[in-house]
């Protein structure tokens, strides 16, 4: 198997190949929307995350191109991740279980996560299951794929993309 690390694939990027390629193959090419226009959902994320977990602040977690937003080790680690909404509960998802991939890349022993949704008051366990990393290595393929493309993907099309904030660069 291909080494990955060359890539630098951030969780960001993990989610985005979830939730939409195009955003993707933008954020990639260093067009980061979010940062430059952020929208009222992720301004409210960021201060969700920085309000709920402020003892766990100090534990951001940065490895390779990952910032992981904090880890817990209660006889075992444990990847934490804070969200906003559950709409992309699966690109969620898949972005812890790529933190805890590339935890295991170097030889930790990294099997559980917590996704927090704290306006919702609720939390999600996902675990690191057999066929998890086969699709994240499939995933990163297709990512960089993607990302040596000049053209982007086509537009989703999709209700959610009317909140989003690569929305001009996708219909006007």
Known sequence: MEE???LNVSGTMVSYYFTCKRKLWL???NIDMEQSQPTTDLIIGK???FERFKRERHKEVEIEDCVIDFLTFRGEIIVHETKKSKKFEEAHVWQTKYYMF????YGLNVNHGVIHYPKLMRKLEVNFEDGDEEKIQNALIEIKQMVSSKIPPPVLNRSFCKKCSYYELCYV
Not at 102 to 105: C, E, P, T
């Open 27 to 29: 954020f990639a090419k």
């Open 102 to 105: 590339v935890l295991r890349k």
């Open 4 to 6: 990955f690390d060359m």
């Open 47 to 49: 201060l969700l995350n």
